[in-house]
Structure formats: structure tokens, C-alpha cells
Nanobody, 127 residues
Framework: QVQLVESGGGLVQAGGSLRLSCAAS????????LGWFRQAPGKEREFVGT????????YYADSMKGRFSISRDAAKNTVYLQMNSLKPEDTAVYYC????????????????????WGQGTQVTVSS
């Protein structure tokens, strides 16, 4: 089992940036991928992007490309979500999730494809 703890959320003005962190512990070395999702008030949780732990390769939802980027620090067992040019519609609780196995070169974007979740961190973008 992998334990995930997100941090870095907060209040930011539109146009600003935030970097979220997701610290992983437990059987991290066996995680295939770490993904980021978000859930806005009254909406379903949606996929933001994911990173393959071994290679560092990333994949993003089309609507997130260009402003969001995911990276990882293997030495710290931490994944980051850099968010730039933030908009009020980016306001949501952001979650990281881990998938323990996967087929090489395959990116997973569905909630059900991830088996461990963090508690989430709130991001609020003011206009």
C-alpha cells in the first residue's frame, strides 16, 4: 500500500502559479504511475495528468496541456504539479493517486485505474 500526502494548495489570484507536491511513502518503488486529479464543487473528479514513475514520461488531459506540468523527484519520492496562468475555473480540490502496475507505455487516466489516493489539497483561484 502506498500512502500519499498532498501539499502546496492555497489561495492565489488569477494569472498566478502554484506548485503542488505529493509525497509518497510505502511501496513507492513498485508504483507504476502517479496521477493528479481534481474535483471542483458540484462536479465530478477529473483527470489532470499522470507521470510514469520509472521513466518520468508524462501525459495530460487535453484541457490541461500548456499550463500544467508534472515532474517527480525520485530521491524524495515526491511528485509535483506545477500550475501556471491559473484561472478561477481551476478552483478545486487536487488529489494525487498511485497505480501500482501498468503496461509499458500505457497512460492511465480513469479514477478506477488508480488504487491509492491522497486526502487532497484545496486550490482556490480568485478573479
Amino acid at each position: 500500500q502506498v500512502q500519499l500526502v498532498e501539499s502546496g494548495g492555497g489561495l492565489v489570484q488569477a494569472g498566478g502559479s502554484l506548485r503542488l507536491s505529493c509525497a509518497a511513502s510505502g511501496r513507492t518503488f513498485r508504483s507504476y504511475a502517479l496521477g493528479w486529479f481534481r474535483q471542483a464543487p458540484g462536479k465530478e473528479r477529473e483527470f489532470v495528468g499522470t507521470i510514469i514513475w520509472s521513466s518520468g514520461n508524462t501525459y495530460y488531459a487535453d484541457s490541461m496541456k500548456g499550463r500544467f506540468s508534472i515532474s517527480r523527484d525520485a530521491a524524495k519520492n515526491t511528485v509535483y504539479l506545477q500550475m501556471n496562468s491559473l484561472k478561477p475555473e481551476d478552483t478545486a480540490v487536487y488529489y494525487c493517486a498511485a497505480r501500482s502496475w501498468g503496461y509499458s507505455g500505457i497512460y492511465y487516466s480513469r479514477l478506477s485505474e488508480y488504487d491509492s489516493w491522497g486526502q487532497g489539497t484545496q486550490v482556490t483561484v480568485s478573479s
